[in-house]
C-alpha cells in the first residue's frame, strides 16, 4: 500500500483528530485520495460486520492466506441473516483493521480455541 494512502486511511480513522473530507477535499480528489476513501469505507464496513458478530455472541474466523502476497482470510458467520461474508486483504489492510476499535479484541477471541 501507498506509505501517502495509508496515511490518509489512518487519519480517516483517527477519533481524535479525523481528516475532513470536506476541508480537504482536494486531496480526495486525486487517484491516492479515492484510493484512501475506498480503503477506508471497505474497512469500517467490515468492522461493523465484526462488531455485529460479536455482539450475537458468535465469532468471526480469521484465516492467513499462503498465497503470493500473504493475503488475510476473514470469514465472518452472520447467524442473523444466515449468511457469510468472506474479505480478502493486503497485510497493510489487515493491520488498519485491526487498529480499530473493538476489532483487535475479536481477533484475540477468534484465536482463542472454542469452549
Same mark, same amino acid.
Given at each position: 500500500?501507498? $506509505?501517502?494512502?495509508?496515511?490518509?486511511? /489512518?487519519?480517516?480513522? !483517527?477519533?481524535? #483528530? $479525523? +481528516? %475532513?473530507?470536506? *476541508?480537504?477535499?482536494?486531496?480526495?480528489?486525486?487517484?491516492?485520495?479515492?484510493?484512501?476513501?475506498?480503503?477506508?469505507?471497505?474497512?469500517?464496513? &467490515? @468492522?461493523?460486520?465484526?462488531?455485529?458478530?460479536?455482539?450475537? =455472541? %458468535?465469532?468471526?474466523?480469521?484465516?492467513?492466506?499462503?498465497?503470493? !502476497? =500473504?493475503?488475510? *482470510?476473514?470469514? +465472518?458467520?452472520?447467524?442473523?441473516? #444466515?449468511?457469510?461474508?468472506?474479505?480478502? &486483504? @493486503?497485510?497493510?489492510?489487515?493491520? &488498519?483493521?485491526?487498529?480499530?476499535?473493538?476489532?483487535? /479484541?475479536?481477533?484475540?477471541?477468534? &484465536?482463542?480455541?472454542?469452549?
Amino acid at each position: 500500500m501507498d $506509505p501517502f494512502v495509508r496515511r490518509l486511511v /489512518e487519519r480517516l480513522h !483517527d477519533p481524535a #483528530q $479525523p +481528516l %475532513s473530507r470536506n *476541508r480537504h477535499f482536494h486531496t480526495f480528489d486525486t487517484p491516492e485520495g479515492r484510493s484512501a476513501l475506498k480503503v477506508s469505507r471497505r474497512l469500517k464496513s &467490515l @468492522q461493523r460486520d465484526i462488531m455485529a458478530c460479536r455482539k450475537e =455472541g %458468535s465469532r468471526a474466523r480469521f484465516f492467513r492466506q499462503m498465497g503470493p !502476497d =500473504g493475503e488475510t *482470510r476473514i470469514e +465472518l458467520l452472520m447467524e442473523r441473516i #444466515q449468511g457469510r461474508r468472506v474479505s480478502m &486483504l @493486503q497485510d497493510a489492510e489487515f493491520e &488498519l483493521l485491526s487498529q480499530l476499535p473493538g476489532v483487535q /479484541e475479536a481477533l484475540e477471541e477468534a &484465536l482463542e480455541p472454542a469452549a
